[in-house]
T-cell receptor, first 109, second 115 residues
């Protein structure tokens, strides 16, 4: 039921790029992305509602391939502030909503 | 700076006791979400409301959990009776449906420990 995220963890140097993937075994209506820092509440990043749609938020963007039931989050020119755990949330038929397994991202100077 | 507020921030209780968590959504937001986060299960959506009506609470154990919105400024999540496995951080989030970005704002969470 739970979408699978990859990689589980990634370490980047400032300025490097990263891609986080979220894959579901079921058809999806929408995908949400969140970032959570240790000891804090998640922060909602964006929602993708249409297949093939790509959205941007500062230097963070995402795509949603409805046919493949996958979404990817793209972080470009990473900053120290990007460190945290990233979760995807997937919405399926019948108002079913599941969070992904999480990806720990660490950006080092 | 509008924020979602949650009370209490921390709650320690004994098994069998009733627990009530409260959430004040951002003024004007008409969608409210309740989430639970544990190390073992990760993040889970328990319930969400739109215009005070429950749209989905399928993620919530019905026998002991209940969620309500008595008015537009207050959402409550109750556990009765509480069990040790309910120990978790419970987040409330509010938002405006239809917007394409930043549609959910999270509160700071209530850390619940059931002994």
């Amino acid at each position: 039921q739970q979408p699978v995220q990859s990689p589980q963890a990634v370490i980047l140097r400032e300025g490097e790029d990263a891609v986080i993937n979220c894959s579901s075994s079921k058809a999806l209506y929408s995908v949400h992305w969140y970032r959570q820092k240790h000891g804090e509440a998640p922060v909602f990043l964006m929602i993708l509602l249409k297949g093939g749609e790509q959205k941007g938020h500062e230097k963070i963007s995402a795509s949603f391939n409805e046919k493949k039931q996958q979404s990817s989050l793209y972080l470009t020119a990473s900053q120290l502030s990007y460190s945290g755990t990233y979760f995807c949330g997937t919405e399926r038929a019948g108002n079913q909503f599941y969070f992904g397994t999480g990806t720990s991202l660490t950006v080092i100077p | 700076d509008a924020r979602v507020t949650q009370t209490p921030r921390h709650k320690v209780t004994e098994m069998g006791q009733e627990v009530t968590m409260r959430c004040q959504p951002i003024l004007g937001h008409n969608t409210v979400f309740w989430y639970r986060q544990t190390m073992m299960q990760g993040l889970e959506l328990l319930a969400y409301f739109r215009n005070r009506a429950p749209l989905d609470d399928s993620g919530m154990p019905k026998d002991r959990f209940s969620a309500e919105m008595p008015d537009a400024t207050l959402a409550t999540l109750k556990i009765q009776p509480s069990e040790p496995r309910d120990s978790a951080v419970y987040f409330c989030a509010s938002g405006l449906p239809g917007a394409r970005t930043d549609t959910q704002y999270f509160g700071p969470g209530t850390r619940l420990t059931v002994l």
